[in-house]
C-alpha cells in the first residue's frame, strides 16, 4: 500500500462501522471502527497501512485523526447508550504522551459525546516502550470514563498483562477455531481466560465470527458480545439496533434446547452410573479392592479404563486397576499417592460425602493418556471414595457426553 498516495487523498479515507451485538438484549450495543480508502473506484481496508513497520508513525497518525474525526462525528447521531470502538497499537497511542488523542475525544465531549461511551481497543504485544508508562496513561484515560479493551489474548502468555491491566473488555478472536489442530488447546486457554475474566470483572467480546457454530461458542463459553460477518460485515453506515433481535433469540433458542439435552444426558449418565456403581459395591465390598475392581470390569469393560480408591483426604488406599493394550492388570506403585492437590478434588468429596451419591465430572485430559476423559466418583463408605475414569471411546460413541 503506497503511503504517499494515501496522504495526498485523504478525501477518500473514511471510516467504516462494524457492528458489536449483546447477548443479553440481542441488540446493537457497540460500533468498531474500522478504516477504509477508496481507490479507483474499490473499497479496500487500512489495516495494512497501519500495520506496516515501515511507514512513519507521523503518516499513520494524520491518518487516524482524520478517521477518528469522520467517526465520531458520525456517531454524535447514535443513540447515547451505544459505545463507539476505536483501535490503537501501543506505539500510536504513546505518541505525545497519549495528549493529542485525548483533547481530540475532548473535543467531541463539548458537542455532546460522552467519554463513557469509547472502548479504547488496545494491542502492546510488539511495544518495546515502557510498558509502566503505557499503563499509567491506560488509567489516566479510565479517569475520564473511557473504557479499555484489550485484543489478541488467546495465549497464554497473555495472563500476565490480563491481571496487570484489568481491561474492561477482553476481545477473543475465533479465527483459531477454524483450525483443529489448535481446537482442544483454544478451549482450554480460553477456559483459563473466561475463569479470569470473572475474576477481575472483564466482559468478554468474541471476534470474528464467521459461522453459526462459531457464535454457537461465543455464546457457550460465556460471550456477553459478538462481532464479525455472521452477523453483519463493516459498513459506511449504521444499521437499525434490533434488525439481528429475532434471528438471534432464534439462535438462542437454539443454542439452549442443545446444551439442555446435553445437560439431561450426562445427568441420565450419573444416575446410570450411580445405580449401577451403588449396586455393584453392595455386592462385592467383601471381596476386597481387587475383587470389587473385577466385579465392575464384568459389567463396564467397554465403559472404564481406569478404576482405584481414595479416602476422603485424597490418599490413595488401593492399586491402581489399569486397562491396558493386553487387558486390565494393576499398578500397584499409586498406592499411597496423595491427590487432594487435585482441582475440585476436595470439594467434591464433600459434596459426595454430603449428599450421598456420585459426581460425574467435566471433561478433561487425562495426565498420563493425554485423552478426553470424564471421571465418575463414589461413595462407598464413610471414608472410602471409588473413582473410575470414563474412557474417549465411549465418550465418542455416547456423543452426548462430549
Not at 498420563?368 to 470424564?374: A, Q
Request: aromatic fraction near 14%.
Amino acid at each position: 500500500m503506497d503511503a504517499l498516495e494515501i496522504l495526498s487523498d485523504l478525501e477518500n479515507c473514511f471510516p467504516y462501522f462494524q457492528p458489536i451485538f449483546s447477548a443479553d438484549e440481542q441488540l446493537v450495543i457497540a460500533y468498531e471502527v474500522l478504516g477504509r480508502y477508496q481507490s479507483e473506484g474499490t473499497v479496500i481496508s487500512l489495516g495494512p497501512f497501519f500495520q506496516d513497520d515501515q511507514i512513519p508513525d507521523e503518516y499513520k497518525l494524520e491518518v487516524d485523526f482524520l478517521l477518528v474525526n469522520k467517526a465520531l462525528e458520525k456517531a454524535l447521531e447514535l443513540d447515547e447508550d451505544i459505545s463507539i470502538c476505536l483501535n490503537r497499537n501501543a506505539e500510536l497511542l504513546m505518541y505525545g504522551n497519549g495528549e493529542p488523542f485525548l483533547q481530540q475525544l475532548l473535543e467531541f465531549e463539548k458537542k455532546g459525546l460522552s467519554l463513557n461511551r469509547i472502548v479504547l481497543e488496545i494491542s502492546d504485544r510488539h511495544y518495546d516502550g515502557d510498558l509502566d508508562q503505557f499503563d499509567h496513561l491506560l488509567q489516566y484515560y479510565r479517569t475520564y470514563g473511557i473504557k479499555i479493551a484489550l485484543s489478541s489474548i488467546v495465549k497464554a502468555s497473555h495472563f500476565e498483562r490480563i491481571a496487570e491491566l484489568e481491561p474492561d473488555i477482553l476481545k477473543i478472536n475465533l479465527e483459531a477455531l477454524k483450525s483443529t489442530a489448535t481446537g482442544m488447546n483454544f478451549n482450554d486457554v480460553l477456559f483459563t481466560i473466561s475463569l479470569l475474566a470473572r475474576k477481575i470483572g472483564s466482559t468478554l467480546l468474541f471476534e470474528n465470527i464467521e459461522m453459526s457454530y462459531q457464535l454457537q461458542f461465543a455464546w457457550k463459553n460465556g460471550g456477553r458480545y459478538y462481532q464479525g460477518f455472521y452477523l453483519h460485515p463493516p459498513a459506511g453506515e449504521f444499521v437499525p439496533r434490533d434488525f439481528l433481535r429475532h434471528r438471534l433469540k432464534e439462535k438462542f433458542h437454539d443454542f439452549i434446547s442443545y446444551e439442555k439435552r446435553k445437560l439431561e444426558a450426562l445427568y441420565l449418565t450419573a444416575e446410570f452410573f450411580q445405580a449401577k456403581i451403588h449396586d455393584l459395591v453392595l455386592k462385592n465390598k467383601k471381596l476386597g479392592y481387587e475383587g470389587l475392581f473385577q466385579a465392575i470390569v464384568k459389567e463396564m469393560d467397554q465403559v472404564a479404563f481406569r478404576m482405584y480408591i481414595c479416602d476422603e483426604d485424597g490418599f490413595q488406599k488401593s492399586s491402581n486397576f489399569f486397562k491396558g493394550a493386553e487387558g486390565w492388570f494393576l499398578q500397584e506403585e499409586y498406592k499411597d499417592k496423595n491427590w487432594s492437590w487435585r482441582p475440585y478434588f476436595l470439594e467434591n468429596i464433600i459434596k459426595m460425602r454430603n449428599e450421598r451419591k456420585g459426581i460425574l465430572s467435566d471433561l478433561y485430559s487425562d495426565i498420563e493418556t493425554g485423552e478426553t476423559i470424564r471421571t465418575f466418583s463414589f461413595p462407598m463408605n464413610g471414608n472410602e471414595y471409588l473413582f473410575i475414569d470414563i474412557s474417549y471411546h465411549y465418550l465418542f460413541e455416547h456423543d452426548q457426553l462430549l
